[in-house]
Nanobody, 123 residues
Framework: QVQLVESGGGLVQAGGSLRLSCVAS????????MGWFRQAPGKEREFVAA????????LYVDSVKGRFTISRDNAKNTVYLQMNSLKPEDTAVYYC????????????????WGQGTQVTVSS
């Protein structure tokens, strides 16, 4: 069992930056693919970024490429999402997720989820 706790959300003006963190419990964190998803009001949950267990591979949704960076520190059981040049359309609840098997964009492939952290970008 893995428990995930996100932090770092908040209110920021357009063009600003935030860094989200997700701390995982358990000694097997370093073997999991980690992902970030987001869900805006009235919309489906959307893939944002993912990182392989070794940090050797990353995936991003096109809308955040060049603005967001996913990284991880396996010694701290933590995955990060650095978000720069934020836009109002980035407003959503951001969720951290862990996948035991593969690097994927599919929410159904993830085994564990955090409770989410709210990100609000004002125009």
């Amino acid at each position: 069992q893995v428990q995930l706790v996100e932090s770092g959300g908040g209110l920021v003006q357009a063009g600003g930056s935030l860094r989200l963190s997700c701390v995982a419990s358990g000694r097997t964190f370093s073997t999991y693919t980690m992902g970030w998803f987001r869900q805006a009001p009235g919309k489906e949950r959307e893939f944002v970024a993912a990182i392989s267990w070794s940090a050797g591979r990353t995936l991003y949704v096109d809308s955040v490429k060049g603005r967001f960076t996913i990284s991880r520190d396996n010694a701290k059981n933590t995955v990060y999402l650095q978000m720069n040049s934020l836009k109002p359309e980035d407003t959503a609840v951001y969720y951290c997720a862990a996948d035991k098997f593969q690097l994927t964009r599919a929410a159904g492939g993830y085994d564990y989820w955090g409770q989410g952290t709210q990100v609000t970008v004002s125009s």
